[in-house]
């Protein structure tokens, strides 16, 4: 695992625009998308992450135009997700400037797809993103369609059966903790951490910065992803890694 923790904000876009919601719903508007990033970027974010929430949900083709405007601006890794159905659309999307791929709902109901692109592009190229509730069982569950749709699956099942078929890093969010503000769920952090092989990115309730450092250090994670503390200017990106230097956690500044 990655000694330097990487600290990266989170575009959810719908209707090419920056949306921010709670528990995945009630989305707000957050801003332009080509802006935002724009501004992550000289703010010294080690990613950025664009996740097109609603696309498998509707169906909708990838935001080509988007990330190759966002592209030419920026020099951070670009990781790209929602509506990849195929490798024809991991094709386009490593075309227009994305770095890395995320993908979720198309590999639950197609795994072998997982094989395929990492086969052709590389594990360092896939970050599988994971959205998991706890259900009434007392399982960690995962859900798919921009998690609207229960699958029944374990989330630690699925977590290594992926690894096997070749993801680079894992994109985990708890659904009960998403725009809480409340911080990770740790013990679901930690839960995965413990066996899984592969880099783990925390999200979902970043309220304050100290949320930041209890991923890192309670959960064991390697990044921490946030949206509605950069978004709306509570924080920038300089001032996360500042606080994580204070805690002893090394950061790139």
């Known amino acids: 695992m990655n000694l330097v923790k990487r600290v ?14 709670i528990n995945f719903k009630s989305l707000k508007d957050a801003g332009d998308p080509v802006e935002i990033a724009n501004i992550y970027n000289d703010q010294g974010a080690d990613e950025i992450v664009f996740l097109d929430i609603t696309a498998s949900l509707e169906k909708r083709e990838l935001i080509l135009e988007i990330i190759e405007n966002v592209a030419k601006k920026i020099f951070i890794p670009l990781t790209v997700g929602g509506g990849i159905k195929n490798i024809k659309d991991v094709n386009k999307l490593f075309n227009s400037g994305a770095d890395k791929i995320c993908v979720n709902t198309s590999v639950i109901y197609n795994p072998s797809l997982l094989l395929e692109i990492s086969k052709k592009y ?132």
Request: aromatic fraction near 8%.
């Open 122 to 253: 590389g594990s360092q190229c896939v970050v599988v993103a994971i959205d998991v509730k706890k259900n009434i069982n007392n399982f960690w569950e995962v859900f798919s369609h921009g998690g609207h749709v229960p699958t029944g699956i374990n989330v630690k099942k699925w977590i290594k059966k992926i690894i096997k078929l070749g993801a680079g890093e894992l994109l985990i969010t708890s659904m009960d903790r998403d725009g809480t503000y409340n911080g990770f769920d740790i013990s679901l952090l930690s839960f995965i951490s413990k066996f899984t092989t592969i880099p783990v990115i925390a999200s979902g309730g970043v309220g304050k910065l100290q949320h930041l450092v209890d991923g890192i250090k309670l959960g064991k994670v390697d990044a921490v992803l946030a949206a509605s503390i950069f978004h709306y200017g509570k924080f920038s990106i300089q001032d996360a890694k500042k606080f994580l230097l204070e805690n002893n956690i090394p950061v790139r500044l």
């Open 8 to 21: 990266i904000p989170c575009l959810d876009i719908k209707n090419k625009r920056v949306v921010k919601g």
